[in-house]
């Protein structure tokens, strides 16, 4: 992203720690996800003779299993404060492979140049029209049958028309059931979508779309182990064409798109800014898979607001995004500052002020 900047500047990069709680545990096939514990970042270009100095945010928040550690993050971010100083190309490689330290990098150098020219940042990443809202689904946990279907139930209350559930953590039969009675709760008229995250053998899978597709199930998000190209590549054609579409979340990662795009493996493809090192490397995939006629979908790694903010600009890039996984601020008890994106009606509104529009998360 620095590519695109004027950055023959005078810039300063600082890092703070930050833990959040969720309001309560997200509970998965692949764990529980209890806090986000992550790094806020500021880059600050005072360049003399500028005006006032023009700040960007961006947020590193690693994810066990997903990103760098936390130790390694903290390290990069490090080598990078020292590295700005000198040129901002020269920081983004102090955090090569360390994918949310690059992930906060890329996004405050984008913040504050899109903060620069006076535009939102997602039509400053994607020089497209203006986009006022992004469809969004509500996020599901594991629950017991009962439980499910009454917060899907609620979800849809608060104005959801599409909801995720993770399965994968119960045994298969109390996991149909679980959506059936989403489905009994909800009516005919909201998708339902499901993300094993891994969880099931083959023989599960192809039982699970079986019963998924009677109940209008959507999209089976990650039904078996991220190398299994073939296995899922299989599952697309059982499903066929009007049948329940296969993402891959977890496979992006290990695979990336040209073997996925090759097997013919997955509709669709999930994009966690913060597991793909950044807005900018997300926001080209997106626009390849979409040649290749693959659903891109957005989500977050339940991120605190800057992340999640980004997360929203990226997915109001993308022309025609179906729902996407942004509104995960309702999972978090606490959070770095005011969340500038609104939910309306099953959408986000997007945030049309200067850069990400996040304020006042950077208190002295
Ligand atoms: O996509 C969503 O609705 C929210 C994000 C989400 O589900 C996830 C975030 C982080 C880790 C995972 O457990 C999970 C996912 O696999 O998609
Ligand atoms: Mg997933």
């Known amino acids: 992203m620095s590519g695109d900047c004027d950055y023959a500047r005078d810039l300063e990069l600082e890092y ?61 971010l490090e080598r990078a404060s020292d590295a700005i100083r000198t040129d901002p190309d020269a920081a983004l ?51 017991s049958p009962t439980e499910t279907a009454s917060e899907a139930a609620a979800a ?38 499901v993300d094993a995250n891994e969880a099931w053998t083959y023989d599960e899978a192809t039982t699970a779309l079986e019963a998924f597709s009677d109940l209008k199930v959507s999209v089976l998000e990650q039904p078996l182990p991220a190398g299994a190209l073939e296995g899922h590549a299989d599952l697309r054609r059982r499903a066929g064409d009007d049948g329940v579409a296969i993402a891959l979340d977890e496979g992006l990662l290990e695979h990336g798109v040209d073997a996925i795009c090759d097997a013919e493996a997955a509709d669709v493809l999930v994009l966690k800014p913060m597991a793909l090192g950044g807005v900018d490397v997300a926001r080209k995939v997106a626009a390849w898979v979409g040649m290749l006629e693959v659903t891109p979908i957005v989500t977050t790694t339940i991120d605190a607001v800057v992340a999640r903010t980004g997360a929203v600009h990226l997915a109001a890039s993308i022309p025609d995004v179906p729902a996407c996984g942004v509104a995960t601020a309702e999972l978090l008890a606490e959070d770095l500052g005011r969340d500038p994106v609104l939910l309306e009606k099953g959408s986000a509104v997007v945030p049309q002020a200067k850069g990400l529009g996040v304020e006042g998360v950077w208190q002295e």
């Open 93 to 143: 490689e102090a955090v090569e492979g360390q994918v949310a330290a690059r992930h906060a990098i890329t996004l405050a150098l984008a913040d504050l140049q899109a903060t620069r020219e006076s535009t939102p940042m997602y039509r400053y990443i994607g020089k497209g029209p203006m986009v006022g809202r992004v469809p969004v689904n509500a996020t599901v946990g594991d629950g």
């Open 16 to 76: 703070r720690p930050f833990s959040l709680s969720l309001s309560s545990p997200l509970e998965t096939a692949d764990g529980t996800i209890e806090s986000r514990d992550g790094f806020l970042v500021r880059i600050l270009d005072a360049t003399p003779g500028d005006g006032d100095p023009v700040v960007g945010y961006g947020e590193a928040t690693p994810l066990p299993g997903w990103t760098e550690s936390r130790a390694d993050c903290e390290a990069a």
């Open 156 to 193: 849809v209350g608060r104005g959801f028309d599409c909801c995720k559930l993770k399965v994968g953590r119960r045994d298969l039969e109390t996991d149909i059931e679980r959506v059936r009675r989403t489905r009994e709760a909800v009516g005919p008229d909201v998708e339902l979508r």
